[in-house]
């Protein structure tokens, strides 16, 4: 991981404070509109019996919403223990906790400890990371069936926005740094890994794409 972005500047961002936030925005109105885009376009994919894997799934709302449509089991990895407590709870509430296995690891570095699954998710996660080549290329290799991502599209004022983000974070030396990695080389480096794109859907700020394996 580089220099500016530590493991103090991700609980800073991804905090337990924020954490409880989300879930309560999450019991009142449920997915916010890219969870959902994901959760329905795996939902009409199929998701009966499949195994997901979530990278930075955050409080594992995504995760909830594919258990009840039918997927048998998900794991949730994450870089920071912060959102671990009120993960939990919100899985006791669904009656899910014995359906999610949730770990604190960087996935990109120690891939290798985690099982594939059926469907690999990384939902507004690559843009927090900087060495994207890797992340996404061990999602891949994860992926049985299917890789949806979401990350930020490329274009002129999210350049100056996300620029002008980055120069108060290290102003504040906050020791975090959001990255608009190129979404082409995001989907060049999945298909290196043997996945074909099979959805490429623009939001305002967030694109998500899919890609499946190979047969």
């Known amino acids: 991981m580089s220099d500016c972005c530590s493991p103090k500047g991700y609980r800073w961002v991804f905090s337990e404070k924020s954490a409880r936030a989300e879930a309560k925005r999450y019991r009142r109105k449920g997915l916010d509109s890219t969870s959902r885009r994901i959760v329905d376009f795996l939902k009409l994919q199929g998701v009966e019996g499949r ?16 258990l009840k449509a039918g ?48 469907i690999v998710i990384l939902n507004r996660v690559i843009c927090c990371y900087p060495d994207m080549p890797r992340l996404a290329g061990a999602a891949a290799d994860h ?26 974070l290290t102003l504040l030396r906050r020791e975090f ?11 060049a480096t999945s298909r290196q890994h043997g996945l074909e794109p099979v959805l490429d859907q623009e939001g305002l700020i967030w694109e ?7 047969a």
Request: contains cysteine; charged residues 20%; glycine residues 8%.
């Open 51 to 66: 195994t997901v894997l979530e990278v930075g799934g955050g409080i594992g709302a995504i995760q909830i919403e594919l």
């Open 71 to 118: 997927a048998s089991r998900a794991v949730s990895v994450e870089l920071t223990p912060t959102y671990e407590e009120v993960a939990a709870n919100l899985l006791n509430e669904a009656g899910l906790a014995d359906r999610v296995e949730r770990t604190v690891m960087d996935f990109a570095q120690v891939a290798g400890q985690v099982e594939s699954a059926d």
């Open 143 to 168: 992926a049985r069936q299917l890789l949806v991502m979401s990350f930020p599209r490329r274009t002129w004022w999210l350049c100056i926005g996300l620029g002008m983000g980055n120069v108060l």
């Open 177 to 187: 740094h959001i990255f608009l990695h190129p979404p082409k080389k995001i989907v």
């Open 208 to 214: 998500v794409a899919a890609l499946r394996r190979v």
